[in-house]
């Protein structure tokens, strides 16, 4: 009788186990869904990094918010693609086919407060978009390859404005090492279980070695 009951009791517990995986399991992919969504596809999946900021002479609202980009997109051929995931100003599209890319647009709404809303005003636009000049496009452009992550480079936008006039936009494009290596740094330490940070930890490597 003393056997029976733990074996049963072996069973309970072997099955409660198992109830509790799945549970979190259950949670992490349908309730957080975005701790399970950035990641690749598979084996032939890339990434591509975006580094951008922007500086206003506004200084009141730079006080109250670092100002971001709430779209910015690349340009495959005739389709363009949107970004899938943001930290800080670095600017993730992931799970890409392999082809050539380049810059295509970016969006600044002008908020008034810690708001991804924009709010009209009679004296400046609502937002910022950015045109980016041919010779930015051409320097930006890269062959991407099968189950890579690739830094695409650096975008600093700087916006005067007017009064009553269109704000006067300068868009600066770099691309260094040490701009790469922070953007891959950046990218496994904030996402050190995806597989991108794992690709990005492997980057860092293999830069840092250069630097050496």
């Not at 890339?46 to 900021?53: C, D, E, P």
Request: proline share 3%; charged share 25%.
């Amino acid at each position: 009788m003393q056997s029976n009951t733990k074996k049963i009791s072996k069973w309970e517990s072997m099955t409660s186990g198992i109830f509790r995986k799945l549970l979190i399991l259950f949670l992490v992919t349908y309730l957080f869904p975005e701790c399970s969504s950035f990641g690749p596809k598979n084996s032939q999946s890339s990434l591509i990094i975006v580094h951008m900021t922007i500086v206003k002479d506004e200084m009141i609202l730079d006080e109250l918010i670092d100002p971001r980009f709430q779209k910015v997109s690349l340009r495959k051929g005739d389709k363009s693609i949107e970004y899938s995931e943001s930290s800080e100003h670095y600017y993730y599209f992931q799970n890409l086919k392999e082809g050539q890319y380049e810059i295509y647009d970016a969006i600044h709404l002008l908020n008034r407060g810690a708001s991804d809303f924009a709010f009209s005003s009679t004296k400046q636009p609502n937002k910022i978009d950015i045109d980016f000049d041919l010779e930015d496009i051409r320097k930006s452009r890269i062959d991407l390859q099968p189950g890579t992550v690739v830094f695409m480079g650096s975008f600093h936008v700087t916006v005067d404005f007017k009064f009553q006039e269109e704000p006067k936009i300068k868009v600066r494009f770099s691309k260094t090492n040490e701009e790469e290596l922070a953007a891959m740094d950046h990218l496994h330490k904030n996402f050190p279980r995806s597989g991108w940070g794992q690709k990005a930890k492997s980057r860092v490597k293999l830069l840092s070695s250069f630097a050496q």
